[in-house]
């Protein structure tokens, strides 16, 4: 059922550190694509950090420097690593991860349930 499961969010303060882990259930999820979005109260969601098909690595800018998206692939995991955490920071982070079959081609994306950062001053 759950595709996608989310850990590591919770309340720290600024200046901080947290790590989110997204595991995924099923090995057809194509691990080196997976990436990180979140969503501030009031705020559509925006990309945090990802990976394309070419092997490239994509930070927002209001956390490059900061933040490190890394994945294991043994375990099905992709890790985000927050330092200097900031309250501007505060949201629901997900997870995404496609399924991706390439003969014949077809992509289909998950996200995970969500998990909340909150970032006190």
């Known amino acids: 059922q759950v595709q996608l499961v989310e850990s590591g969010g919770g309340l720290v303060t600024a200046g901080g550190s947290l790590t989110l882990s997204c595991a995924a259930a099923?090995?057809?999820?194509?691990?080196?694509?997976m990436g990180w979005y979140r969503q501030a109260p009031g705020k559509q969601r925006e990309l945090v950090a990802t990976?394309?098909?070419?092997?490239?690595?994509i930070y927002a800018d209001s956390v490059k420097g900061r933040f490190t998206i890394s994945r294991d692939n043994a375990k099905n995991t992709v890790y985000l690593q927050m330092n200097s955490l900031k309250p501007e920071d505060t949201a629901v982070y997900y997870c995404?991860?496609?399924?991706?079959?390439?003969?014949?081609?077809?992509?289909?994306?998950?996200w995970g349930q969500g998990t909340q950062v909150t970032v006190a001053s």
């Open positions: 099923e090995s057809s999820f194509s691990i080196n694509l």
């Open positions: 995404n991860a496609p399924k991706i079959v390439y003969i014949p081609y077809s992509r289909v994306d998950y």
């Open positions: 990976t394309t098909g070419g092997g490239n690595t």
